[in-house]
Structure formats: structure tokens, C-alpha cells
Nanobody
């Protein structure tokens, strides 16, 4: 599966951004989709994921109520709506796919990765 992430940029604290990730897979509708992020000098961390079966969304505690993940299977695209951005949200954001009936938050369960899109939030 090839993934193409886009939508990142430089914003001010309090602004919003919507990231998009389009996929090449004909069977996009059978993949769980996730977003991870990696800040400079830190490990890549889970942000959010949405399941293929019932569109169940799972979030990291740090973004609950702030970020929303959703998917459009007809467009083979997953989105991450990010509101009230803070400098701590600055990172490269990656989309990824996983398989299975349950939505995993573990990085190791995600097998295909996009190239990442930079999000920079200034104070």
C-alpha cells in the first residue's frame, strides 16, 4: 500500500489544520488507518486510528478532544482534523495502515507508512 500524506504547514498556536492521507490500495476499505507523529529527538508516537469495520476511532490521551480522525473509503483517504494546536503538537505526522478486526495503537502493527508531513506550531 502506498500512502501520501499532505496538509501540514506552519501555523500559530490555537489554529487548526486538517491532514490528509490518500492510499493506493484497491482494498483500502479493509485497512485500519492510523496517524503517528515524531517530534525532534523523540520516538514516533501513536496519535489516532480508525477501524475499517465500524469506523471506531481511538486516540492518544494527549489529543483526545482536540484531534478527530475520520475516513472516506470512496476517496481512499483518511483525515486528521487538528484543532487548538499547541507548540507541543509540532512534529512530522505519518499515516499508516494495519490489519485486523481490532484497531491497534502499537507502532509495530502498522506495516505501510506514508512519507510524513511536517506540522509546526508557533507560540
Amino acid at each position: 500500500v502506498q500512502l501520501q500524506a499532505s496538509g501540514g504547514g506552519l501555523v500559530q498556536a490555537g489554529d487548526s489544520l486538517r491532514l490528509s492521507c490518500s492510499a493506493s490500495a484497491r482494498t483500502f476499505g479493509t485497512y485500519n488507518m492510523g496517524w503517528f507523529r515524531q517530534a525532534p529527538g523523540k520516538e514516533r508516537e501513536f496519535v489516532a486510528a480508525v477501524g475499517w469495520r465500524d469506523y471506531t476511532a481511538t486516540y492518544a490521551d494527549s489529543v483526545k478532544g482536540q484531534f478527530t480522525i475520520f475516513r472516506d473509503d470512496a476517496k481512499k483517504t483518511v483525515y486528521l482534523q487538528m484543532n487548538s494546536l499547541e507548540p507541543e503538537d509540532t512534529a512530522v505526522y505519518y499515516c499508516a495502515t494495519s490489519r485486523g478486526g481490532l484497531v491497534s495503537t502499537a507502532r509495530a502493527d502498522f506495516t505501510s507508512w506514508g512519507q510524513g508531513t511536517q506540522v509546526t506550531v508557533s507560540s
